[in-house]
Every structure is written in C-alpha cells, then in structure tokens.
C-alpha cells in the first residue's frame, strides 16, 4: 500500500512542504493572511490527486513523443506532452521530460485560481513555476552542483518580464542527461517550458565520444527509465579550456535555435567552473549573472533590459 502523501508547514511557519513518492515540492507565497490559507488549502487537496492522475497515464508518458501520437488526457500530463511537442521531430524525447516543471505550473496555478497573492512559488526539485503581481520580482539563485549547494549565478524575475517558469538540467542532477553540463538554467513563459528546453540543451552540451565521459545505457541504471538504452552520462574528467569552450559552444548554438523559435526566454551553462548565458533573448529577466568558481571576478555578466527587444 503506498504511504499517504506529506503536506506540512517548515519550520519558518510559512513555506510548504509536499511530498509523494518521486514527487518533493517546496511553495511560498506572499500576501494577505487569509489568502495564502485559502491557497494552501486548495494546493493541499489538490496534491493528493497528482501521483495517481500520472500514473494513470504513464505507459503513454514513457513513450517517445512523436507527431500526431496519441495525447494524454489528465491535465499535467496534456502539458508534459504539449511542452515536449516541439522537440518531437529533431530528437528522441518523451513527455517526461517535462514532468517536474508541468507539476510545478499545475500546483501554482491551483493556488492563484483561488487566492489574490502578490507573489508566489513553487519549487519542484528546482523546476520554479513563479506568480507575480504587478510590480513584483524575485531574485532566484542558481546552483552548479546538487550535492555542493553553491551559488554559479543569480537572476531577477520582474513582474513585467514573461518569465514564469525556471529549470536546470544537467548530468549531476538527480535526472539522467545525455550531455555534460554541470548546469543549465534555462527561462521560459511555463516551468514545463523551462524544463523541457533545460533537457534538450543540457543533452547538447556535449564532447561526442570523449574518452574521459562515462556513459551508461539508461536501462542499466533505471530498469524503467524512458531513455531505454540511450547511453547518459555518470561521469566526466577534467576538460582542457578548449573542450570546454567546445562543448558549450553545441549548448550554446542550441539554446539559440530554441530562443528564435520563441521558446525560452534566456538559459544559462555551467560546465566545470567555466559559464556562459544566452544574450540574443528577444525579452528577458531583468538581470541575468553568472559567476566562475575559478576567480572572485564574474567570468560573464550582462544586463537584458525588460522588453529589450518587443515582439
């Protein structure tokens, strides 16, 4: 019999912590008493019902996404597969690779369904799905390695930017990659969004058959992964600052593609110590940094302007 689910306050007296199986979400939010109640109670009801309702449907969510399959019926899983449509054509992807960040938006817009809140979050493993009212921001830290929280960048999200979803993906993350990215955080108008472009980026970041990457057929690892014997990554040597250079380069080329097609909104790579952002998002966050660990100066900074570019 599976354990009941785990809704409780933190310590703080403020912040939410919900957790059922594979699924581990933290959520704030700012305002009015009676409203951030009001919201916790319908998220409290709401998330009881989100395992089953994907495990109803995951045989199909397992399942390579392909133009004109089959679409999934639940609400979260319908979002997981239109966040992947996209990618269908150009690489193997399944629905799941949306899955954190299309659980995050469904939780977040449960809440703003039924409350009037300033602001609030809710934080999937790091899959962010973000409201903002008018007038409002928040300042997301960005970290290199799960097991070492240290900060490689920071970024604002203002109330005026399309932003709403944050991801990171990459090799040490607690999801398999393709690729060698320490970190990808990428930006995008849904947390699903975010996710799902954070995957294809952090596979792209990659050195194609480099003797000091160890890759393993994902089935050894996970007998029911979704990537079947695709080989993902478990390892990576030291690089030369050319390979690195290299290796973001794919990352980087990719992240662009994905930005004209609109997309994401802007994504940044970590790849052992060496950092790089996207700087031809068309409208941005307010400010994106990102920090090398091999200095105290920023290896990259820039600036994007809320509505830089207009559509």
């Not at 912590?17 to 951030?36: F, K, S």
């Not at 996209?86 to 299309?102: D, H, L, N, W």
């Not at 690089?239 to 973001?248: G, N, P, R, W």
Request: hydrophobic residues 45%; aromatic residues 4%; charged residues 20%.
């Amino acid at each position: 019999m599976r354990e009941r689910p785990t809704i409780q306050l933190l310590p703080d007296g403020h912040r939410l912590h919900l957790n059922d199986g594979p699924i581990d979400l933290i959520l704030d939010a700012d305002g009015h008493q009676a409203e951030i109640r009001r919201a916790y109670l319908a998220v409290a009801a709401r998330f009881v019902t989100v395992l089953e309702e994907l495990c109803a449907e995951l045989p199909l969510l397992r399942s390579r996404a392909t133009h004109g399959a089959k679409l999934p019926v639940g609400p979260i899983a319908r979002c997981m597969a239109e966040a992947v449509a996209p990618y269908s054509k150009q690489c193997f992807i399944t629905p799941m690779a949306a899955v954190a960040g299309a659980v995050a938006d469904a939780v977040l817009a449960t809440m703003t369904e039924v409350a009037c809140l300033r602001r609030a979050y809710v934080n999937n493993g790091g899959d962010i799905a973000l409201h903002l009212a008018a007038g409002e921001s928040y300042t997301i830290g960005m970290v290199e390695r799960p097991e070492r929280p240290s900060l490689f960048g920071t970024l604002k999200v203002s109330s005026g930017s399309p932003v709403r979803g944050v991801a990171t993906s990459g090799w040490r993350g607690r999801s398999f990659s393709l690729g060698i990215a320490d970190a990808v955080t990428v930006l995008a108008e849904t947390a699903a969004q975010a996710d799902a472009a954070a995957t294809i980026i952090a596979n792209a970041v990659d050195l194609p058959g480099h003797l000091t990457v160890l890759r393993v057929p994902a089935r050894e690892i996970a007998p029911d992964s979704d990537l079947l014997d695709l080989p993902v990554t478990r390892g990576v040597g030291p690089l030369s600052t050319a390979e690195i250079v290299h290796a973001l380069n794919a990352g980087e080329s990719v992240a662009d593609e994905l930005l004209s097609r609109n997309l994401i909104r802007a994504a940044a790579f970590c790849l052992q110590g060496q950092v790089r952002i996207t700087r031809n998002c068309r409208e941005g966050i307010r400010s994106l940094t990102c920090h090398s660990e091999r200095g105290t100066e920023p290896a990259f900074r820039s600036t994007i302007e809320e509505h830089l570019c207009p559509k």
